[in-house]
């Protein structure tokens, strides 16, 4: 395994920190971003610097994607100076949250290369990458994840939860579409609190003794909306693109969606207050608004 030579395109802030965890461990690992700064830290870390996807392509023959679109997995993989063209990559990883049709497309298009591709979506948060604590979902044939298992777990715990490409993004969009779920009904929770004159941080603390708990009371709010720090790291574009894809998977199976379609709602109202680029933490701002107060940890009343 020490021999074996990786790669790692896409160094933003879920990338960087399992870029890292792969030189800590004293692997072979290849670059790119066009962040050239992002590269730059990873090399004084120990790492070799691609100038293009497909210079990683020619110099690993694993390599790991983490990127924000479906598009921009396409092209980093398939596209001109694409990890295609570069002619040694085996197995390409692709971290990133696409949806299962963005899988789909993603492993034919490799396939007509000889390249094998595992289906890998991650979740957890910036925190989880640093400390090697991601939950993983990889589908892939079993010999093709029996290779790339040691390597994710890297990462964190990873589950072999499929055969066929699209099937660990669809648990992936899933999960993203119930946890910005209960970070919305958390915020309109908090919300109501404030406005009738109850701490939300008591509110919280009773919620999370009893059967209301949620990864979002529990650590959400009182971690980024309660200190108004709103810096959970995750963009509101990015979760708006994971809510839709789910949907739109849910739509094409013929599946209603009613109150993952009032969460949609509520994201679509926040990111164009805030813009894309707001944390999703902000979600809470656009219900402030609409009742006059603003949530904060130990300050009771509207």
Known sequence: MMSLKLGFVGIGRMGAPMARRLL??????????????????????????????????????????????PDIVQAAALGQEGIAEGGTARIVVDLSTTGPRGAK????????????????????????????????????????FAEAAPLLSHFGKVTHVG???????LIKVINNLMSVTALAIASEGCVLAQKAGIDPAMLMQVVNSGSGRSNASEDKIPKYVLTRSFDFGFALGLSAKDVRLCLDEAEALGVPMIVGSAARQLLTVAKGELGPEGDLTALIQPIERWAGVEVAGGKGGA
């Open 24 to 69: 800590a461990a004293g692997l072979d690992l290849t670059v790119y971003d066009p962040n050239a700064e992002a590269v730059e830290a990873l090399v004084r870390s120990g790492a070799k610097v691609g100038g293009s996807p497909a210079a990683v392509g020619a110099a690993a023959e694993i390599v790991f994607l983490s990127l924000p679109t």
């Open 105 to 144: 497309a993603l492993a034919a298009g490799l396939l007509e290369r000889d390249i094998a591709t595992v289906d890998c979506p991650v979740s957890g948060g910036v925190a989880g990458a640093e400390a090697g604590r991601l939950t993983l979902m990889a589908a892939s044939p079993q010999d093709t």
């Open 163 to 169: 055969t066929e490409p699209g099937q660990a993004q």
